[in-house]
């Protein structure tokens, strides 16, 4: 499939059968998460089910859940009914959000739009269930990219989460990380004067291409230069997306082009595999090679999906710093905890839209890369690779990807998961404690090693953009002062672990295991709560802080994701400039692993 092509075939799982499908899969989850943020309010009906009203009261959706801990509506499609005036309606994720548009905040100008999104993202959906190759618990046998391309949802949260506004029919099917699609980069010359490279310490940029490209394809781009006139010396290689080559950078970029400040040297030889964040590039021919992240003007799940030129020059010294604080601690390697760093990063600055364009906007983010450490060469013999986002994956009759791995692991459920806690949360939570460092920790950010289908290890990635240092008194170097965010209140720092891990990815975790009939939801947090113990035990010198930001508190702050979006939708925040506004702190959630705080040590050694 071409990204030119306009036959049917790029319609063709857009059918009656898979929209009903996908219909009902995406309303069963907006009602899940609308309510979990108190947007709608399920009331149990006489015969046990649960039935939410639109906001004229008239149009009735029906449905049987269970409700578990942390606010979750663990909620059964097959039941999902919807009624008006007690005549039966076909189930359409659009007709929700017009019901109840009230309800969910909706404004005249965000509306619109994020309708679109809803179709697309049901688009996706219907593409996902017409081509499903392997059943979830295949799917945990599968290959890193097998399974990477495999997986029915997006970011767990959110409802509109697949909206790529940009792309047309046949552009989803060439980019879009479902269809598995090989990818070859375009290849930009940017003239040196006009861009900024920066590299890692131990890294420069005749290393980093002479790795990357083969001595051939270098030759010959250099060629196409010199056939212009042009000194390859005065440029620097640019990989980009090809749909922006195609629809921003030679059209918007067009004086640069013309002037020959950035000229089009081809498409790469190696074939990528875009990855579940879109714009990010697997190498599928050489996987031991860089990943490439490029920047991508596509409005997907709120935000337009740039680089920042300027964001970019410092990402390699925020990883050398990252990289060398996490080398020297000696709990982290017991753990295996690993990060894969951005080696290099490139950006191009256009100097007119950087005179024009105020700070943060998507104009300053249309051309930039960088290049990440791959996963594959850390790998010892029998290991495997997933991306943990795979753990929420379950097929829509039910069964799951995680329960394909406790399978094969031939572990009960309960080890598998305390081998997997161990491995995943003790490291994001000694890196918060220790370090007074913060992960953005969700499923797409972690890398799972496997053996035997038991994680043994997590690869963390989307570091300099995502990390930040909550310690006004550590000393950082000049380019790495951007990480460092203001001590926020008590009950603000230990978020990253309560909504990050317990909220947006734990809560689904335990209802896929109640949901296979693995494990009932009290032993899935005994069993959180006993990894933290034995954790915060091993590290005593930490007491003072464990006390301090107590992950056993009764509650902490609901967060909502899907109020920031129907907010904002085409910026739900300003990364660069983050506001105090916190409406979308809504109430607050009952903590499960309050329930199974360790008793005092005294208590402990009095009872021995």
């Known amino acids: 499939m071409t ?71 663990l909620i059964d499609p097959a039941t999902l009914t919807r009624e008006r005036a007690g005549e039966p309606l076909p189930l359409d994720a659009l007709d929700l959000v017009l019901e109840f548009r009230t309800s969910l ?23 996902r269930l017409a081509h499903r190759t392997h059943s ?32 047309d029919s046949a552009e989803f099917h060439a980019y879009a990380p479902e269809t598995g699609a090989p990818v070859h ?77 950035l000229v089009y040297l081809g498409t790469s030889e190696d074939r990528y595999r875009a990855q579940q964040s879109i714009r990010t ?18 409005l997907n799940m709120g935000f337009v999906r740039g680089l920042s030129a300027r964001y970019m020059r410092v990402t390699p010294a925020i990883n050398d710093w990252l990289y060398e604080l996490l080398a020297n601690d000696d709990v982290l390697a017991r753990y295996g905890f690993g990060i894969l760093r951005e080696r290099a990063a490139i950006g191009y600055h256009h100097r007119h839209f950087e005179e024009a364009a105020k700070k943060g906007s998507s ?22 690779l997933a991306t943990m986002a795979s753990l929420l994956h379950a097929d829509p009759e039910g069964p799951s990807l995680v329960g394909g791995l406790i399978r094969e692991s031939g572990l009960p459920a309960e080890q598998w998961l305390r081998r ?15 370090h007074d460092l913060m992960f953005m920790p969700h499923g797409e950010n972690v890398i799972l090693v496997l053996e035997n289908g038991v994680p043994v290890r997590i690869l963390m990635k989307d570091l300099a953009e995502e990390i930040a240092l909550l310690n006004e008194d550590a000393e950082l170097p000049e380019d790495v002062e951007r990480i460092r965010f203001p001590t926020p209140r008590e009950d603000i720092w230990p978020l990253t672990v309560f909504t990050d891990v317990f909220d947006c990815f734990f809560r689904f975790l335990n209802g896929h295991l109640v949901n296979d009939g693995l494990l009932d939801e009290d032993t899935f947090w005994r069993t959180v709560a006993e990894a933290v113990a034995d954790y915060q035990r091993s590290v005593p010198e930490l007491a003072e802080k464990f006390q301090r930001y107590d992950l056993f508190a009764a509650g902490f702050h609901r967060v909502c994701l899907n109020r920031l979006q129907l907010k904002n939708n085409q910026q739900m925040v300003n990364i ?25 040590a005294e208590a402990q050694s009095s009872g021995s």
């Open 105 to 127: 905040n909706l404004s005249d100008e965000i509306l619109p739009v994020y309708l679109e999104e809803i179709g697309s993202t049901l688009a996706s959906a219907a593409y």
């Open 185 to 261: 980069l375009t290849w930009l010359a940017a003239r040196r004067d006009r861009a900024t490279f920066t590299a890692c310490a131990d890294l420069d940029y005749e290393q980093l291409i002479a790795g990357e490209l083969g001595e051939t394809e270098r030759a010959a781009l250099a060629q196409r230069l010199t056939d212009q006139g042009l000194n390859p010396d005065d440029y620097y290689l640019l990989p980009t997306h090809p749909w922006q080559w195609q629809n921003k950078i030679s059209v918007t970029f067009a004086a640069e082009v013309a002037q020959r400040h």
């Open 420 to 434: 997997y806690v161990d491995a995943y949360l003790i490291p994001v939570v000694h890196c918060a404690y220790a």
């Open 3 to 73: 990204p030119t092509s306009t036959t049917q075939d790029t319609v063709a799982h857009l059918n009656p059968g898979h929209w009903a499908q996908a219909n009902r899969l995406l309303i069963r989850k907006a009602i899940a998460e609308f309510s979990h943020e108190r947007l709608l309010t399920p009331k149990q009906q006489p015969d046990g089910r649960y039935a939410v009203h639109s906001d004229d009261g008239a149009t009735a959706y029906r449905f049987a859940a269970r409700h578990l801990a942390l606010d979750h509506w």
């Open 136 to 167: 979830a618990p295949e799917l945990a046998a599968a290959d890193f990219q097998t399974i990477e391309a495999g997986m029915f949802e997006g970011h767990p949260c959110f409802v509109a989460n697949n909206g790529r506004l940009g792309f």
């Open 363 to 384: 104009y300053l983010k249309m051309l930039a890369a960088l290049w990440r450490e791959s996963p594959v060469p850390t790998l010892a013999p029998g290991q495997r």
């Open 576 to 600: 660069e400039e983050p506001d105090e506004d916190e409406s979308h702190l809504v109430g607050q959630l009952d903590n499960p692993l309050a329930d199974h705080r360790p008793a005092p």
């Open 281 to 298: 590039f697997f190498n599928q021919d050489h996987p031991e090679k860089h990943y490439v992240k490029t920047a991508l003007s596509v």
